[in-house]
């Protein structure tokens, strides 16, 4: 828990520091004042008191009172500003570091537990900070003190006290013991109930169209009850808290009289008055030191399950990613466009068998590179190399003649313009996404360049049919625009960089052949100098491709044009003669 309070700011210690002189001012405030009630005690029972003389006493009470109250807004102030900031700050840095994960760590955590921990476990952690700077500060100065106010007034009632914290603590143990490994279950409970949920939302149509409602339902009810059950068992433990501090609270009182009666009654007449003005104050302080273990047991609530969350947030912020930045901005060779695999293979983490075996091409500026094969054949891990969401294991991947963990992470990606297998929409406009691939190297009018790509996408015309054209609405996740308008404006993004090289991951299977056809046709007239790497499961997309690359179970084997494979490859033969009749091929061989 302690380690993550490095992230506070000078200026948050600041009014840490702040709160504690505030808090150690209102204790010594709160504390006088005892000390004039037993005074008042006193002269009630001394005859020819003036009423003047309590009144004045009385007004410092209220003085005293009036400034404690002013330290606690003061100190309340400061506690909420630095939890907040804090908070803010934790989640600041949950989102930056999260970006910079690559895919390994992501499947590390899941997405479901980062969500959590940058929401629900960061709230743990502001609560606890929030109450901390009450309670943490103010019950052991509060307990000190009054301890030091009651030495040597009585062994009875300081036996009396004792007796009642020890009780806490034994309540505090228990707390700790039984509930602590609780709350980390309560936190892993949660993971799983918002990943159920959130694939329960992201796969709606498919639950309906599959009548799955119940068995999603029972996924999520055997989820729920786990954490329901786990809060209960806590709950459970807590709700002893309550009544066991109220039995305690009122059995110190009823043991300081009761002990105090009998010290009175066996004292001389002349000492009655001052042990009974030493009872009211014993009892006062006695309560004091109980009120502050009562505030330490709270914190003992809601700290081990900040100190879980603590541990998580902490998790995420030390793990260093796998994938880190290389040195170098720009190539000095002068070569752009150039992607080389030498003797690449690729297992991914804690996997027994490679994806890639041994995979060996090169793609010069201007040249379209195909790669096909049947599902599972490593067609997607490939490209995935290049933007680096992975590393290759063995072998070396090289851009424009250089090792691509030798780049700085930001200019890699600015030479590349990728759209992913899935494609992937942001909640704005269609303009928004389309210039979401901006990599600050653009030049000329917004719209146009917007319009630009949108045509070479072939985007155009439904976009301009909407209502609003390139301003229109897009939901999140485009769920408001079908696959091939969610491919088609994907795209455009990738046209709107501007990159050297174009990686297109099964990007045009939405698409009809016409459209097809059109947006290659396109690309090709207005990114002639562009290195375009395509893979594809029609043989359509990539049959005037400069070079195929075929792979099976993890192998290139067949590299070549159209033609040429399908003299001399096997398994491209068999892909395309399962989606083009034999004449058909016949004539273009």
């Not at 680096?388 to 700085?408: H, M, P, Q, S």
């Not at 990599?439 to 070479?456: C, F, H, M, P, Y």
Request: proline share 2%; with cysteine.
């Amino acid at each position: 828990m302690l380690k993550i309070f490095k992230y506070l700011k000078i200026k948050e210690w600041q009014m840490i520091l702040s709160s504690v002189v505030l808090m150690s001012v209102q204790v010594w405030l709160d504390l006088k004042i005892p000390e004039y009630m037993s005074e008042i005690t006193r002269l009630l029972q001394t005859p020819g008191t003036k009423v003047s003389d309590v009144w004045d006493i009385g007004a410092y009470m209220v003085a005293f009172a009036f400034l404690s109250l002013i330290s606690a807004i003061f100190v309340g102030f400061f506690a909420s500003r630095v939890a907040a900031s804090f908070s803010k700050d934790l989640r600041s840095a949950i989102f930056k570091k999260v970006g910079s994960f690559s895919m390994e760590e992501i499947n590390q955590f899941s997405t479901a537990s980062l969500i959590t921990r940058s929401t629900n476990d960061i709230v743990q952690v502001q609560m606890v900070i929030a109450m901390g700077l009450h309670v943490i500060i103010r019950a052991p100065i509060m307990a000190t003190l009054a301890i030091l106010k009651i030495l040597g007034k009585s062994w009875q009632w300081t036996l009396t006290t004792a007796v009642a914290v020890l009780f806490l603590m034994v309540l505090i143990f228990v707390i700790f013991v039984f509930v602590m490994p609780r709350f980390k279950k309560i936190q892993e409970y949660t993971d799983n109930l918002n990943n159920i949920t959130r694939e329960n939302l992201t796969g709606l149509r498919v639950v309906r169209a599959y009548n799955a409602e119940d068995f999603q339902e029972k996924k999520f009810l055997k989820a729920s009850k786990d954490l329901a059950g786990t809060y209960l068992f806590v709950t459970r433990i807590m709700s002893v808290i309550g009544p066991g501090m109220s039995l305690m609270m009122g059995g110190i009182n009823l043991a300081i009289y009761w002990t105090g009666a009998h010290i009175i009654n066996g004292a001389g007449v002349a000492d009655r008055v001052n042990l009974f003005s030493d009872m009211v104050v014993f009892s006062s302080y006695a309560m004091q030191i109980v009120m502050s273990f009562m505030m330490l047991t709270m914190i003992f609530i809601i700290a081990p399950r900040a100190a879980v969350s603590a541990r998580r947030i902490n998790e995420v912020l030390d793990k260093e990613p796998t994938i880190t930045d290389g040195r170098l901005s720009i190539p000095p060779n002068g070569i752009k466009g150039e992607v080389e695999f030498k003797n690449v293979s690729f297992k991914y983490p804690d996997a027994a068998e490679y994806v890639l075996k041994d995979i060996s091409f090169k793609a010069n500026r201007g040249e379209t590179v195909a790669f096909i094969g049947s599902t599972g054949s490593g067609k997607s891990t490939l490209v995935n190399l290049i933007p680096r969401f992975y590393d290759a294991t063995n072998g070396e991947v090289l851009l424009d003649g250089i090792n691509v963990k030798d780049y700085k992470l930001e200019d890699l990606h600015n030479k590349l313009g990728v759209v992913t297998q899935k494609a992937v929409l942001f909640s704005g406009s269609v303009s928004s996404n389309i210039t979401y691939g901006d990599s600050g190297s653009k030049t000329g009018d917004l719209q146009e360049n917007v319009k630009k790509a949108a045509r070479i996408a072939q985007a155009t015309q439904f976009v301009e049919e909407m209502e609003d054209k390139y301003d229109s609405a897009i939901a999140q996740g485009g769920t408001n625009v079908s696959g091939g308008q969610k491919q088609r404006i994907s795209i455009a993004r990738a046209v709107y960089r501007d990159p050297e090289i174009y990686i297109f991951d099964d990007s045009f299977s939405a698409l009809d052949y016409k459209t097809d056809h059109a947006l290659r046709t396109a690309l090709k007239k207005e990114a002639a100098d562009k290195t375009n790497l395509i893979v594809a499961q029609r043989i359509g997309t990539i049959k005037n491709a400069d070079k195929i690359i075929v792979l099976e179970q993890g192998e290139a084997v067949g590299i070549g044009t159209h033609a040429q494979l399908l003299k001399t490859c096997e398994v491209y033969r068999e892909i395309a003669y399962s989606q083009l009749s034999k004449e058909e091929l016949d004539d273009e061989q």
